[in-house]
């Protein structure tokens, strides 16, 4: 039984007192609602019937919410469209972390090399100008205007160095809301944008090019890059094999990796145009993730289940996924080129107007934000964190760069690694709102709705408030087995 | 002067480093200049307005449906309070958590950082049905109220009090301070930098908020920024020129406090995110 001295009783009721006015919004306005929420879902609220003029009686309706939601098609695609949104995270994060490490060069430099460099980036601007102007790229009062932005960013840099270019990247992510949605909404609207004002003009000079392509061509630059993605994915296993083998990956990290190895391969069998590209990868994760199951069913090594291979094994999946889907983007637009081309040309695409493209668009949005975002700020912070004498051992090995890059920074920066994604991934569950609200309205036909946005339109459009609050619990749900894989494999990383 | 690796490289580092920052600045650059054409020269290809039209920002404010200034005011306003509240409560409970000693004060300060993983959707609608019976719903206290508490700040300004050398404390204490002046004169001040902070994080977040408003606020006089926008945008969005222009001018507070407060966001980002 727990004994309170008179003490205790003082040193309580202090520190409740200071505590009071925080804690009483807390559970009127988070812990309370919650609560009301959950209840929510298994009744049938709706405010056409249940509000003040018809007061009805509300109805509990067990779990017929949730299984409506399962069975419902709709639920489905916006989980999907949700899911699709989030392939952009390792694209940012990959993003965020170039940007990272080229911030950190050291930029301090003398006075005089400093003015030769503003001199030799003056020469290199004013004929790169002139030749452009020559070519008759554009006109010359744009090509001027944006190597005059280039220019001044170059001098500012050279003077004010890391902070300058820090500034500038930070820039997006930090005013990213309503207004900034409704600047890219009008930067991509498909006729005389901005973007489709310079894309239509460089698509009309390829497409003579693309039309002359023969289908053959094409199909052997598709399958030639297919090829390369196989290389890409032979390359990741066959790490992950061996340091498992090693002791460094525990079977259950292995298996993870593997499964959501996986990922790209199935999109590879849905949307590749060459066939047998999505089904020879597929029968090599299957015999791959069978191959471990066995060898963690015969009980050959669970000696580290939760271990350091965890975050690494993950983040070199998401790595190797944004390889993959570039290879995989890249080998479907050669294959379809031709028959593009052949028509009256190639055109820019609508964008947020047409339902195959409005993902990606929100997608490059979402990266031109993400790249200067506060995930560069913590890879900065962790970049300064690694230990010199690190660097200096591996000189004496005489490692390269990238050997430099690969075993001793990206090893030492694995814990921010893994705490930015599961971050992401939490934000990547509840997002898509704002976007899909100021640019889209969840469409063309539903393409752009996710989740939260869903949430909204069920609930407050609609009214059926109990329906709603059911698809807030599952993502809920979603949202906390993150959290618990974060609890379970994070917290020693990040917590130290 | 030598051309070594090195500097090649420090070189070639700059100019995608300014390629990048260019691909930043670009869309910001076409606003500014958008928000300065006339309305027939939107769709041109050239960026660059033929004669500057700097009284499309004075027609913004007299646009019909359009309040912008009262807007403006709104969001001030709002977000202005719920950052005063939330930096006044967060930093109470965080004294409370860091300096204060009393029995279960971990498991509740445990209960707080869980329910900074919850989903805010989750809370939106009974937090909706919460407003509707105290009879907020469409004004701007019910904007306030709700976000006016935070665990994240607690949780913040916790992590940086913890780092206050204990002595002062007792300094404190054997000159005779109760543990009001102990927070007030003492510790309060010591912690500046993270609720300043708190402070611009609070401010921005609540400044471009557009879920919450989006479902209190009914009447177009009450409209904050975000959601004044968007009824700009579907009414009246046409007019890319005024569009931009105030777009422009609602951006503006943000670079006003990202340019005079950069130093202490960077801080105060690798003070939570790190030991986050």
């Not at chain 1, 509000?51 to 009805?56: A, G, Y």
């Not at chain 1, 593997?258 to 391969?265: M, R, T």
């Not at chain 2, 609070?202 to 989006?214: A, C, K, Q, V």
């Amino acid at each position: 039984m727990l004994k309170l001295t008179r003490r205790d009783i003082r040193e309580i009721s202090t520190g409740i007192a200071f505590l009071l006015p925080n804690i009483v919004g807390f559970l009127a306005f988070t812990t309370i609602p919650l609560a009301i929420s959950l209840f929510m879902a298994f009744t049938d609220w709706n405010l056409e019937m249940h509000n003040m003029f018809q007061n009805q009686e509300l109805r509990s309706v067990g779990f017929a919410n949730f299984r409506k939601l399962f069975t419902d098609p709709d639920f489905m695609t916006y989980l999907g469209n949700t899911l699709f949104l989030m392939l952009g995270i390792p694209f940012g994060i990959a993003g965020s972390l170039c940007a990272a490490l080229m911030l950190n060069n050291d930029f301090r430099c003398s006075r005089m090399r400093r003015v030769y460099g503003i001199v030799i980036v003056t020469v290199i601007l004013i004929v790169s100008c002139s030749m452009l102007i020559l070519a008759g790229a554009g006109s010359t009062a744009m090509t001027l205007l944006v190597c005059g932005i280039v220019g001044t960013i170059l001098v500012l840099g050279s003077i004010g160095g890391q902070t300058v270019y820090r500034t500038l990247f930070y820039f997006p992510s930090f005013t990213a809301g309503v207004a900034t949605y409704i600047l890219w909404k009008k930067l991509y609207s498909p006729e005389n944008g901005p973007i489709n004002n310079v894309l239509q003009p460089v698509l009309d000079r390829i497409s003579p090019l693309a039309g002359s392509m023969s289908l053959e061509t094409a199909h052997f630059g598709g399958a030639l890059l297919i090829v390369l993605m196989g290389i890409i994915y032979a390359y990741v296993v066959f790490r992950l094999i061996s340091s498992w083998k090693n002791g460094e990956t525990g079977s259950l990290s292995y298996c993870i990796a593997l499964a959501l190895l996986s990922i790209p391969l199935v999109c590879c069998q849905l949307w590749s145009r060459i066939p047998w590209g999505g089904a020879l990868g597929l029968s090599l994760v299957t015999l791959g993730v069978l191959f471990s199951l066995l060898m963690f069913l015969t009980g050959r090594d669970y000696r580290c289940v939760c271990d350091c291979g965890m975050s690494n094994a993950i983040v070199l999946d998401g790595m190797v996924m944004v390889g993959l889907f570039i290879c995989l983007g890249l080998s479907n637009v050669i294959l379809a080129l031709p028959t593009m081309a052949s028509g009256d040309g190639l055109t820019a695409p609508k964008w947020i107007s047409d339902y195959y493209w409005a993902k990606p668009s929100l997608m490059i949005m979402g990266f031109w934000a993400a790249i200067g975002s506060n995930n560069m700020l913590l890879y900065l912070a962790g970049l300064s964190g690694i230990s010199q004498e690190l660097y200096e051992a591996a000189d004496i090995d005489g490692a390269s760069p990238f050997q430099r890059f690969w075993n001793v920074t990206w090893p030492q920066l694995s814990n921010v690694t893994f705490f930015i994604l599961v971050m992401s991934i939490m934000g990547g569950l509840q997002g898509g709102f704002e976007t899909a609200r100021t640019m889209t309205q969840g469409g063309p036909a539903g393409s752009t709705t996710t989740l939260a946005y869903y949430i909204y339109s069920e609930g407050f459009n609609s009214g059926r408030l109990g329906y709603a609050s059911a698809v807030a619990w599952t993502l809920f749900i979603l949202v906390f087995c993150v959290t618990l894989f974060n609890w379970k494999f994070g917290n020693r990383y990040t917590n130290d | 002067m030598k051309f070594s690796f090195d500097g090649f490289r420090l070189l070639l580092v700059h100019v995608v480093l300014a390629l990048v920052a260019t691909a930043m600045v670009l869309p910001f650059t076409w606003m500014v200049l958008a928000s300065l054409k006339k309305l027939q020269e939107i769709g041109l290809e050239s960026w660059i307005p033929t004669v500057f039209q700097w009284e499309n920002y004075r027609d913004v404010f007299t646009m019909k449906g359009v309040q912008f200034g009262r807007w403006y005011w709104n969001s001030i306003l709002v977000a202005g309070w719920v950052t005063f509240l939330q930096v006044f409560t967060s930093s109470l409970a965080a004294f409370s958590f860091s300096r204060l000693k009393w029995k279960g004060r971990d498991m509740v300060f445990l209960l707080y950082l869980a329910t900074m993983m919850l989903p805010s959707l989750v809370m939106m609608i009974p937090n909706y049905q919460n407003m509707i019976s105290l009879g907020l719903v469409n004004t701007l206290q019910g904007l306030i109220l709700p976000s006016a508490f935070s665990a994240f700040g607690t949780f913040l300004i916790r992590q940086f009090m913890m780092n206050i050398p204990s002595s002062l404390d007792e300094a404190a204490e054997i000159d005779g301070a109760s543990k009001w002046q102990l927070y007030w004169t003492v510790i309060l001040p010591l912690a500046r930098p993270a609720i300043v902070t708190l402070t611009i994080f609070t401010f921005i977040g609540n400044y471009n908020s557009m879920f919450w408003p989006l479902v209190m606020i009914k009447s177009p006089e009450l409209y904050t920024l975000p959601i004044g926008m968007l009824a700009f945008d579907s009414s009246q969005g046409q007019q890319t020129n005024l569009l931009m222009a105030a777009v422009t001018m609602s951006v503006i507070p943000m670079i006003l406090i990202f340019l005079f407060m950069q130093k202490q966001l960077v801080k105060g980002i690798m003070l939570g995110g790190v030991k986050g």
